[in-house]
């Protein structure tokens, strides 16, 4: 069972999922969570984090800067200053 989530950067490198109560109690143990970047500075410590809980990641890159994550994430390329290129990318993924 996978459940949606709201992950954000504090500090360095330090993360936080935004949540009503503590994620141990919910009953969920993966989360499909997409990542805007996720191949840079914050981005891959993130993702690194969020794979090594076991989530399922999504990263939404341009496709310019290489990441070591293999087959481990599942890739959305896109330019997120256009918006004809996110709609046409997520249209009908998330």
Do not use: Q, W
Not at 11 to 40: D, N, S
Request: charge should be positive; aromatic fraction near 6%.
């Amino acid at each position: 069972m996978a459940a949606e989530g709201l992950i954000t950067a504090t500090g360095r490198c330090g993360f936080e999922k935004l949540r009503k109560e503590p994620y141990e109690t919910t009953g969920v143990k993966e989360m499909k969570i997409l990542v805007i970047g996720g191949t840079r500075f914050f981005g891959i410590p993130m993702v690194n984090e969020l794979l090594e809980k076991g989530h399922d990641v999504t990263i939404a890159t341009r496709g310019k800067s290489p990441d070591g994550f293999g087959d481990r994430v599942k890739r959305i390329f896109l330019d997120r200053t256009d918006e004809a290129s996110v709609k046409a990318a997520l249209s009908g993924i998330h």
